[in-house]
């Protein structure tokens, strides 16, 4: 079951919540863009070499949503840019509620 939240295709895991990310490496700053297509759109400063842009997206995810880095799991896409994260601990509805207000202060 896919829960659509303002546009936003979160799936429910049995250890928190499945949220799908497009990744925009070599961006000009790390930031978190919107939701396009049903998918968080986020951009980070670093390469894709050697998983250095996963690294850096797990932090900025970290920061913008208020979560600790060990919450967050990259589980699917490692070398693509549509990329799947288990966020551990936490109800879909309430991280729909994290995305929306980070990217309502945009």
Do not use: W, Y
């Not at 968080?40 to 996963?54: D, F, R």
């Not at 990329?83 to 729909?96: D, S, W, Y």
């Amino acid at each position: 079951m896919v829960l659509r939240f303002p546009m936003l295709h979160l799936e429910p895991h049995p250890d928190g919540a499945i949220l799908p990310v497009r990744a925009q490496p070599g961006a000009r700053r790390n930031e978190i863009r919107g939701v396009q297509d049903g998918i968080l759109k986020v951009c980070v400063t670093q390469s894709p070499e050697k998983g250095k842009a996963n690294k850096a997206l797990v932090e900025v995810l970290s920061k913008a949503l208020g979560l600790k880095k060990s919450q967050i799991e990259l589980i699917a896409g490692q070398t693509s840019h549509q990329k799947r994260f288990l966020v551990r601990n936490i109800e879909v509805q309430e991280l729909a509620q994290r995305v929306q207000k980070a990217t309502e202060t945009k």
